[in-house]
């Protein structure tokens, strides 16, 4: 019986293969697409007379001698000081996911652990405060952040996302201790240790494959903000997102699209690396909260 | 865990939030109810030969002195909340008793900013979650009947659009939709018509952020589904084998069912992320035909006039509609909860 379930009549099978297919180029193209034109000047990636003329890269050759360029990228790490805005996205990444995760597996411990109502009260306030749109908290920010000259620091800002991050990371660690066996800890405790001494040696050498789950979307969080970085940050602490986003502003005047481009490109880069390494955490962090309800 | 000890782990997240989230709301909440300080007005009397001229004059160092002391402006009460940026309720009412037809009156509403960019939140909320669900169902499906080999480029791939920054992401399909760029060439090509700009109308627009949020979301849906397409139980697919039903029958009657608690899931985030849509609109420069609440916000709170009070108003607005949106789900978590509780 197995294999009748299992064997699928060839069109059906032509089908879903052309589907997938189908979705793959969808998903996967526009990246390749910009990646291949960030190479090339702006006569070929936005060709007013043929599209075909970013493959073959016909002015790229006229204009620089080469089938690839570098002109993109180097107006905007060298020129444009895009390198400065990566090592703030760097600092700002770095550290709000350490002090997230840090702050985060402690209460996502103690609400697994506790038992009592107000932890329930409390995950259903995490609830509402994850659902809140991020720029209506930066409205609430911004007044109180001029008047008490807190606003356009590295530090507010890393601060600002930890809290912004915290619903989340409790919410997930939370339920990966929920996971991790109650007897483990308590029998430490039976043995004479504290509450926390029993954190400390029990359970924090089994928690890693949960933080480093909670640990890759926090950085997802940070690194993709724009709400916050953009309204919060000056101009020479700007991070990656709000920078190209201050490109296009300059670039159109300047007429040269290609430095936001390559800037895209230097941007999508890490995350691509993000994915080959960690697919699988990604997914099952995604699942983890719809599976268990 | 003893209440003291659970508090001492628990007061660094919890000062985070309610420093940063709770006080915020609370704050967001008092600047609503305040509208910066009008420029203070010296009118002086000048007399000369020819008798005594008034004249008025914006004294702007007491307005600066002013608005330096009292940051939060002078108290305005609900007005901002009624004027016509916000509520308009004068607008709505005259319009109410002018138009001729329901559609008249969508129409009026529709010269109006919140008004305008609720109906954008909406549209885009609420077209984009079903169509989602639906091609998230229909690629994971697909995928589930490939063989193993090509599963894990095809979730690679997947994962792309919905992990990319929302920004950047917009930003590299808004340059694909440029008049010079492939699709905005192709379509003109395709279509026949070469002034066609993707940028230019309203329905237009909206259509293209509407398609960039169904990419965005997809994948989420997609391998979410296919996490529970692992668990559907093969018994009772044999079983519907056995009776006669069809691949459709199957997948109708056997599969959907046992997805519904994640249909249920992925909406409630769909529902949630839609209502907040920003980033697209930013990235698509889409700001004069398409505006959401959050964009609304984010144009009062740049540039140099910055509109404190405006952005409030429509901040707590955006809340209440976040907190009309999640009520069915607190009450079914407080059902489920007193029901394991019992």
Redesign the interface.
């Known amino acids: ?2 294999t ?2 299992n064997r ?1 009549s060839k069109t ?2 032509a089908i ?2 052309s ?2 297919a189908l ?2 180029i ?3 193209f ?2 390749l ?2 990646f291949w ?1 960030s190479f090339k000047v702006q006569g070929d ?4 007379s ?2 075909r003329n ?1 493959i073959t890269g016909i002015s790229t050759v006229r204009e620089t001698g080469g089938y690839f360029t570098l002109n993109g990228y180097f107006g905007a790490w060298i020129e444009e000081e895009f390198w400065r805005a990566v090592l703030n996205t760097g600092i700002v990444v770095v550290c709000t996911v350490t002090i997230s995760l840090t ?2 597996t ?2 996502g ?3 697994a ?4 109502r107000y ?2 009260w ?1 995950l ?21 952040f ?2 008490w000259n807190l606003w356009g620091h590295l530090p507010t800002t890393i ?2 996302l ?3 991050n ?2 989340f ?2 919410w997930m660690l939370h339920s990966f201790f929920l996971n991790i066996p109650k007897d483990l800890d308590e029998s430490a405790m039976v043995d004479g240790c504290t ?2 001494q029993a ?1 400390r040696h029990v359970i924090v050498p089994v928690m890693w494959p949960g933080v480093i789950t909670t640990g890759l979307f926090s950085f ?1 969080l940070a ?2 903000d ?2 916050v970085t953009a ?1 919060l940050l000056s101009e020479e602490n700007q991070t990656m ?1 709000p920078r ?2 201050s490109f ?1 502003g300059t670039t159109q005047t300047q007429g040269d ?1 290609m430095l ?2 390559a800037a ?1 490109v230097s ?2 880069v890490p ?2 690396v ?3 390494f960690f ?1 699988r955490q ?2 099952s962090g ?2 983890a ?3 268990k ?1 | ?3 003291r ?2 508090l001492w ?2 007061l ?3 000062a ?2 309610i ?10 909440a008092v ?1 609503s109810l305040f509208i910066k300080h009008e420029q203070v007005i010296v009118i002086s009397e000048n007399c000369g030969p020819f008798g005594c001229t008034e004249e008025v004059r914006i004294d702007t160092e007491a307005t600066a002195v002013l608005r330096e002391e009292q ?2 402006g002078q108290f305005n009460g609900l007005g901002t909340y009624v004027n016509r940026n916000h509520l308009a309720t004068e607008s709505v009412a005259a319009a109410w008793q002018d138009s001729s037809s329901l559609l008249d009156f969508g129409a009026r509403l529709m010269n109006l900013p919140l008004y305008k960019a609720l109906a954008f939140t909406l549209t885009y909320t609420f077209v984009v979650a079903p169509l989602v669900l639906m091609l998230g169902l ?2 994971a ?3 589930n ?2 063989p193993r080999m ?1 599963r ?10 919905m ?6 992401g917009s ?3 808004f ?2 939709i ?1 008049a ?3 699709i905005g ?2 379509l003109q090509s395709l279509l026949e018509d070469p002034d066609l700009s993707l940028k230019a109308s309203v329905p237009l627009t909206w259509i293209t952020l509407i398609v960039y949020g169904i ?1 965005h979301n ?3 849906a997609f ?2 589904f296919y ?2 397409l692992q ?1 559907v139980p ?1 018994d009772t ?2 079983a519907a ?2 009776d006669g039903a069809n ?1 459709w029958e199957r997948v109708r009657f056997v599969v959907v069912p046992h997805l519904m ?2 249909v249920v ?2 909406t409630l985030m769909q529902l ?1 992320d839609g ?2 849509v ?2 697209p609109i ?2 698509f ?1 889409a700001g004069a035909n398409a505006s959401s ?2 964009t609304l ?2 144009n ?3 540039g140099d006039y ?1 509109q ?1 009070g405006s ?2 108003v ?2 707590i607005l ?2 209440l509609g ?2 009309i ?2 009520t069915p ?2 009450i079914k ?2 059902r489920d ?1 007193n029901r394991t509780r019992v």
Do not use: C
């Not at chain 1, 990636?45 to 007013?48: L, Y």
């Not at chain 1, 652990?113 to 009592?116: T, W, Y």
């Not at chain 2, 992990?163 to 950047?168: F, G």
């Open positions: 019986m197995a009748a379930l699928r059906a099978m879903s293969i589907l997938v979705w793959f969808i998903a996967s526009p990246f697409w910009t034109g990636f936005f060709s007013r043929d599209w970013a702050v985060g402690l209460g411990y103690a609400l652990r506790s038992g009592h932890a329930f409390l259903m306030l995490a609830l509402i405060f994850r659902a809140m749109p991020h720029i209506t908290l930066v409205s609430g920010y911004l007044m109180p001029f008047e601060i600002v930890v809290a912004i915290q619903p990371t409790l509450r926390f954190f997802l690194y993709n724009f709400a309204m997102v190209i986003a296009l699209v936001a481009v895209v941007a999508t995350l691509f993000l994915i080959m697919q990604i997914v995604l699942t909260g719809a599976v309800g | 865990m003893r209440h000890t659970f782990f628990i660094p997240s919890l985070a939030m420093l940063f989230i709770a006080l915020p709301i609370v704050s967001v600047q940051p939060l229909i690629v499906l697909g995928v009947g490939l090509l894990g480029p095809t979730i690679f791939a997947s994962l792309l659009p992990i990319v920054t929302p920004l950047i930003l590299i399909l340059w694909m440029d010079n760029g492939i060439q192709s990419w997809t994948p989420f391998i979410v996490a529970g668990t093969k697919l044999e084998l056995i691949r608690p994640l899931f992925i949630m209502f907040r920003f980033e930013v990235g420069s609440l959050s916000i984010y009062d709170l740049r910055q404190f952005a409030a429509t901040s955006t809340i976040v907190a949106l999640l789900v607190l978590t407080w909860f």
